[in-house]
C-alpha cells in the first residue's frame, strides 16, 4: 500500500487523472440497450465558464459518473451553439477594433472573419469543461453549425414549411437598434430607469374641450393612431366614439374603449401606438387601427413622421417634440417616474418594439402534445413547481418569430425567383438544397433564431434526419436554469414529439440562482461573480464542486460566499487526512478481511451508519435532492467517522491487540472506500486519488467501480451505549473549553451514574472516555457525592463534576468573561433594534434578515453559557 502525500494538494492530481481517464476512454458510449443519457445545455461558443455553469454541470457530472458506476452506459453528448447575436456582436467589435465596418463586408465576407474566430477562442468554454472534471463523451462534441448539425436545422425549417406551419408576415417584435435584428424575449434585459412622465393634451374635434393623456415615450406620439380608455370609466363615456387631433401631426384619430386601460394609470387615457408598443399592437388589431412605423431599422424617425423629425435619432426627436409641444402649449407637466425599460442584451440599449417583416412559426398545434405531457407526469420537473409556470405559457402560447436579421447563423432555405414578386409564393422555392438553376434565384437574407437550432439537441446530435431511431434517444434528465423553460425546455419537448413521435427526455432538473450574499443575481456587469477558474486554483476543483452543490438546496435560490467554498477545501483534506492515517497505521501482519466475531459495539455502530448513509444517499439522488444527498456524505464521513470512530481507533492502535488493531484498520479501510465511492461524483479528482492507493490488486478506478447499495442489515448494537459515551465525552469537553483549560493539561473527572446498571455498562469504556476527554483519572461510581469548587454537567446516564483546583486562573477568567458579557449585550441589543425595524425587515434581502436572525439566536446561547461559567467559578 503506498503512502498519500502528506498534504492534498488538488493541482497535482487533477490534470493526471483527468488525461488518464480521457486516455482509457472511460467517458466513451457507444449505443446500447442499458444506456444512460444526458445532452448538455450547450454553452455560447464566445462563452466563458462562470458559476451558472459550475453548477449545472456538476450536477450533469453527477448524474452522468454515478450511471456509469451502476454499470449503464452513460452518455454524455457535449458541444456549443453557435449563438448568433452573441457570436456576430463579438466578431463585429472585433473588426471594428482593425478598423473594419460590418457594413462595408459583403455575407461571405464577414462569415471568413466570423469562422476564423469561432476556430481561435470557441474552444476556450470546453477547455474550461474539462478543468471542471466533466467526464462528457468528447468523441460526440457538437456544434449547432457543423454541417451535418446544419442539415437538421433546415430540414425541420422544411417539414414545418411544407405542413403549413412557416409563414411570413408583419408583426411586432423585439428589435435592437443597434444590431438592427429582431430578439428573442430571452435576449431581452429589463432595467428599472429613473424617465419621465410627459402629460399632453390632445384637442378634441368639433369641440372647445381637451382630453390629456401621460406617456414615457412623446417621440411615439407621431405613430399614434387612436386614444383609448377604459369603457367602464365614467369620466370619458361621452368621449368614446368621437375624434381628437394628433399634436404636431395634425391626423384625427379615434377615442376608443378599451378594457386593457387602466383608469388609475396617468389621467386614464393612453396613446394607442399599434406599431410601436406590445398592449398597443393588440389594441390595433382588435379594433383594426392602422399602424404606422414612424422608425428605421436603427431607430432613427422614419418619412412616415412629419418632415421636422425626419432623420433624428429617437432621443434627439423626443426632446424636440417636448419642446415643441411646449411651444405650442399642448404639454401640461411632467413627473418623474421610476419605471422599467427593455435593453437588448448584447447591443445594451433599449429595445423598439418594432412592426417588421418577419418569419414566423405556428406554435399551438406543436404545443399540445408537449404539454399533454408534462400535465400527464409522462415528463418530470424537479422541483415541481415549475410545471405550474410551464403550463401557464403553453396555455397562451402565442406564434414564434423564428427569424433574425444577421449573418452568422443558418440562413433560411428559401430562393425568390429574381425579378418577380416576392410575396407570391408561387415563386419562391423552399428547400434544403439550392434551386438547380441558382443564377435565377436570390437567397432570403435572413437567418432563423438561435433556439430554432437548439430545440433540436436532443436527437440532432445523434444524426437525425439520417439516423431516425437511437438507443440514446429519449435522453433520461436534462439539467438547466429556468430561465430557459420557455425558449428552449418547451420548444424541445415540442420538436421531440414532431420530429421523433416522443418525449426528449423524463426528467427536468431545474438549477437555483446563484445570488451574493446581499441577494443579488451573480453577473458579470455587477462584478459579484467570481472566476471559477481562480476558485479551482485556490480551492481546488473538488471543493469547490462540493461546495456549490452544498449550497444548492433543490428550489431554492443559493446565496454564494467564497468562505463556503472552504467547507469544501476542508472537508478534502479531512478525507484525506483521515485515509492516510489509516495507511499509516496499516501492518504486514494484519488480517485481509474483517473479523465479524470480534466486532465489538463501536464497530457495530459505524458500520450500521455507513449502511443508513449509503441507504440515504440513495434516496436523495433519485429525488434529486442532491445537497440533501452531499449534506449525508459530510455529516457522516466527519462527524461519525472521523470525530468519533477514528478517534476511537487511535485508541486501539496504541493499546489494542493485534486482533483489535486488524479489525480497526480494515473496518476503517472499509468505510474510507465506501465514501469515496459515494464522494466520486461530486469529487472526482481526490476520491480516484486516495481510492488507487488504498484500492486491492484486482479493482479497477473507481470511476468504473460498482456504485454502493445498502445492504439493510440492521446491524445489531447497543445504540443507548453509544449515545451515553458520546454525550460524556462532548460534555467533559465542552467544560474543557468553555473554562479555557489548556489542552495540556489533564484534568479529574467524577461521574454519579444513576444507577449499578449504568455504572457497570459504562465500567469498560473508562479507558476510552479517558483518552478522547484528554482526563487523567475518571473516578466512576453510582454513589452520589458531589465535590466542592467543582465544574458540573448533568447528562442522561450519570452526572459529570471536574474539580477546577488549579486548573483555570478564576480571577483572569472571571475578567474575560465579563469583558465578553458586556460586548454580547450590546451586540444583542443592537440586532434586536434593528429586527424591530420595520423597514429594515420589508426592504432588506431575506437572507439578511436571517442572517441577522441567526446571528441574535447565537449570541443569546453564548450569553448564556458564560452566565453558566461565571456561576461556576464564583
Known sequence: MKLLEKKHSPSDIESKWYKHWVEKKYFSSKESENHYTIVIPPPNVTGKLHMGHVLNNTIQDILIRKARMEGKNACWIPGTDHASIATESKVTKMLEEQGINKKDLTREEFLKYA??????????????????????????????????????????????YN???????????????????????????????????WYIKYAINDSDAFIEIATTRPETMLGDTAIAVNPNDKRYKKLIGKTALLPLVGRSIPIIADDMVDPEFGTGCVKITPAHDLNDYEVGIKHNLEMINIMNADSSISDKAPEKYRGMSREAARKQIVLDLKDINHLIKEEDY?????????????????????????????????????????????PNHWVKTYNHWMDNIQDWCISRQLYWGHQIPVWYKKGTDRTNQDNWFVSTTPPTDLENWEQDNDVLDTWFSSWLWPFAVHGWPEVKTTKYFPTNALVT????????????????YEFMGDLPFKDVYFTSILRDEKGRKLSKSLGNSPDPITLFEKYGTD??????????????????????????????????????????????SFADEIDIEVLDNFDKWILDSLDETVSEV??????????????????????EFCNWYIEIVKHRFREGDITSKSNSFNISKKIIKKVLLLLHPIAPFVSEEIWNHLKDTNEEDIIISSWPKATNSNISHNKDEILDFKEIVTSIRTIRSELNVPPSKKIDVIAHAKNESIESRLNPLIDLIKSLSNSKNLNLSSKKEKPENSAVAVCKSVELYIPLGDLVNKEEELQKLDKRLSE???????????????????????????????????FLVERTKILSNIEVLK
Open 115 to 160: 469562422w476564423e474566430w469561432k476556430e481561435e477562442y470557441g474552444g476556450t468554454i470546453i477547455n474550461q469543461l474539462q478543468k471542471l472534471g466533466c467526464s462528457c463523451d468528447w468523441d460526440k462534441t457538437s456544434f449547432t453549425m457543423d454541417e451535418d448539425y446544419s442539415k437538421a436545422v433546415l430540414e425541420s425549417f422544411v417539414q414545418l
Open 163 to 197: 405542413k403549413g406551419l412557416i409563414y411570413k408576415g408583419s408583426k411586432l417584435v423585439n428589435w435592437c437598434p443597434k444590431s438592427q435584428t429582431a430578439l428573442s424575449d430571452e435576449e431581452v434585459m429589463f432595467k428599472e430607469v429613473n424617465g419621465t412622465l
Open 338 to 382: 421610476f419605471h422599467k425599460v427593455g435593453y437588448s442584451e448584447r447591443g445594451n440599449v433599449p429595445i423598439e418594439y418594432y412592426l417588421s417583416e418577419q418569419w414566423f412559426l405556428k406554435m399551438e398545434d406543436l404545443a399540445k402534445p408537449a404539454s399533454k405531457a408534462v400535465k400527464n407526469n409522462e415528463i418530470n420537473f424537479y
Open 481 to 496: 436554469g429556468p430561465d430557459i423553460i420557455f425558449f428552449w425546455v418547451a420548444r424541445m419537448i415540442m420538436s421531440g
Open 543 to 588: 471543493a469547490t464542486r462540493f461546495s456549490i452543490m452544498l449550497m444548492s438546496p433543490q428550489g431554492s435560490d443559493v446565496y454564494f460566499s467564497e468562505n463556503g467554498i472552504e467547507i469544501g477545501r476542508n472537508f478534502m483534506t479531512k478525507i484525506w487526512n483521515a485515509s492516510r492515517f489509516i495507511m499509516l497505521n496499516h501492518e504486514d
Open 618 to 639: 440513495n434516496k436523495y439522488f433519485n429525488k434529486y435532492q442532491f445537497n440533501e444527498a452531499i449534506k449525508k456524505i459530510y455529516d457522516f464521513t466527519w462527524n
Open 824 to 858: 454580547l449585550d450590546k451586540l444583542i441589543s443592537s440586532i434586536e433594534s434593528k429586527l424591530s425595524n420595520e423597514e429594515f425587515i420589508s426592504k432588506a434581502p431575506e437572507n439578511i434578515v436571517n442572517g441577522e436572525k441567526n446571528k441574535l439566536s447565537d
